[in-house]
């Protein structure tokens, strides 16, 4: 059970509280507390309970002619009552997380600058050099636990977005706490402003960033480096998520700074842990286990290789060798097979690059190495063609194929291509939602395999065990937590990930899983609790109202 939070003492009062979205209650405050704070006659008389609030959310929503609309109407909601829109959020995740996350979360960055209301988080410009420490001890609360940051030059598949990119942080800590419980006071989110090579915006009057093309080199990295070190001594206890980087200072940001500070990639690890849930689900389905699979990637960046590199690992846990695991990968670009005769291969690509002769045709391709699964990460809509599948098909009982390229236009296939090509045989999940396949009297649910299963959980492990790193082998634990809790009637239905309207629990799970592994390797900064399940349960944020005194 967890404990009754003691009154609050030395808040606001009168129209001040009315104003505090933390602590605002509006129509649900009670007679005594308007007779006590001063709030008589500032609200209708009517004494409202949550449900019927929350009922007022849902008929405003409707009114909403736009998913842009209803996005603006629920930050607004949240600047006016946070406990409400959490609420409202937790009541139908489903409904809610593509309002206030993908996809809608794109197009509001893409605006950003024209729907503002309310600034939130911190904004950290280049031009404020040397006194990064100074501008995050603005923030209000000292507290910090998770920051998610982006520089804004990759939002999603959109591109450079410059400081609209905001939206992803924020989006991204509204669900650490809808899907996973974290508190959202001791979250924290920040973009920084290094410029923009988006003209458009550079052009457009109500943008609000730096109006020049993008410092890169090493004034970005000193940059960089300012930023982590002022979050050591302002926020000692927080965990730096990356979101949205442009792959050439994703990857080295994270590899210099996953050893020294609590840190990890969304894009590369959370993505990753994702896939290889979907694969190990995957393999459920295929009837054989993870290590019984050969898995051939189309596209050879950030996203393939991070994927490539945790599957390996997970298939060494399940008894490989470090070398036949990774052998079971291959990766396949617009230059053709990644093989060891490839010039420029970067770091990430060599452990891939198996001896072969070299082959432009991914059909060939398929043909020669018989994989069980291709997984799709190139950004190339279309890529997995009739021809594609159709091979699959012929290879394969239950082909596993996963286009994972965003949005949906990038796709490698669409759902119905999948399973129209395959006679309904294909094992389905892909990185952009689709609608329901309908195939003679057979229905297919298409998983969406989007890292919201991953990186809230991973993140409320990290927030309950205070763990001082971030290791991929916390991802695979999320990853096979995730998988196991896809049920065996949900299985047959083709579903590879557990549905939306239940991620508060899966993600609760998957966080116990993540905090057993890291008490259990000493990787935590607090004792192990006698009782695991109870230790989690009391950190879990529940939407209620803070009680004042
Ligand atoms: O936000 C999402 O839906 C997934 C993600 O991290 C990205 O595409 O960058
Ligand atoms: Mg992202």
Not at 40 to 51: C, I, N, S, T
Not at 155 to 180: E, F, Q, R, S, V
Request: with cysteine.
């Amino acid at each position: 059970m967890t404990a009754k939070p003691t009154p609050l003492t030395n808040h606001p009062t009168g129209v001040a509280l009315l104003r505090d979205p933390a602590l605002n209650r509006s129509t649900a405050f009670t007679e005594a507390e308007r007779e006590k704070f001063g709030l008589v006659g500032l609200l209708p008389d009517r004494v409202e309970d949550e449900e019927v609030r929350l009922q007022r959310v849902l008929v405003q929503l409707d009114y909403k002619p736009t998913d842009l609309e209803r996005y603006i109407f629920l930050s607004s909601l949240r600047d006016n009552d946070e406990t409400l829109y959490f609420k409202a959020l937790m009541s139908d995740p489903a409904r809610f997380l593509p309002l206030v996350y993908t996809p809608t979360v794109g197009e509001a960055c893409q605006k950003f600058d024209q729907i503002l209301r309310r600034p939130a988080g911190v904004y950290l410009s280049i031009t404020r050099k040397g006194q990064l420490r100074d501008l995050l001890r603005n923030w209000p609360h000292k507290d910090v636990r998770f920051i998610v940051v982006t520089d804004g030059e990759r939002i999603l598949g959109l591109g450079d977005l410059g400081i609209n990119g905001m939206g992803i942080p924020i989006g991204k800590l509204a669900l650490y706490t809808a899907c996973a419980g974290v508190p959202p006071k001791v979250t924290l989110p920040i973009t920084l402003d290094v410029g923009t090579n988006n003209e458009a915006l550079i052009k457009h009057p109500l943008y609000l960033g730096l109006r020049q093309p993008r410092i890169t080199g090493a004034e970005y990295d000193e940059f960089i480096d300012e930023f982590i070190m002022a979050v050591q001594d302002v926020f000692p206890r927080a965990c730096i998520q990356f979101e949205d980087f442009a792959l050439p200072h994703a990857a080295p940001i994270l590899a210099r700074y996953r050893d020294k500070v609590c840190c990890f990639n969304d894009d590369i690890q959370g993505t990753a842990a994702v896939a290889l849930a979907g694969l190990i689900a995957a393999s459920k389905i295929v009837d054989g286990a993870l290590k019984d699979q050969r898995f051939l990637f189309l596209g050879a960046g950030t996203a393939a290789t991070g994927i490539a590199a945790l599957l390996a690992k997970a298939l060494e846990q399940d008894g490989l060798s470090a070398a036949e695991a990774k052998r079971r990968c291959w990766l396949f670009d617009i230059g053709g097979l990644i093989q060891s005769k490839r010039e420029g291969l970067t770091l990430f690509q060599q452990p891939f690059a198996h001896e072969h002769a070299p082959l432009d045709n991914f059909t060939a391709a398929i043909e020669v190495l018989k994989p069980t699964a291709i997984i799709g990460v190139s950004g190339v809509g279309k890529a997995f063609d009739r021809t594609v599948i159709e091979t699959m098909a012929k290879l394969n009982e239950r082909p596993i194929i996963f286009p994972y390229s965003n949005p949906t236009s990038h796709s490698e296939c669409t759902a119905e291509e999948a399973y129209r090509w395959t006679d309904g045989r294909a094992v389905f999940a892909s990185g952009s939602p689709f609608q329901p396949v309908y195939l003679g009297d057979k229905t297919f649910l298409p998983s969406q395999g989007n890292n919201v299963y991953i990186f809230p959980a991973v993140g409320m492990a990290i927030y309950a065990t205070e763990a001082a790193r971030v290791t991929d082998e916390m991802f695979i634990v999320a990853a096979r937590a995730l998988a196991e809790q896809v049920t065996p009637a949900q299985i047959a239905t083709g579903l590879i990930y557990p549905p939306q309207s239940m991620i508060l629990d899966v993600s609760l799970n998957v966080a116990r899983a993540v905090a057993r592994y890291i008490f259990d390797h000493g990787l935590a900064g607090v004792p192990t609790p006698d009782d695991l399940a109870a230790y989690m349960a009391e950190k879990v944020y529940r939407p209620a109202y803070r009680p004042l005194a």
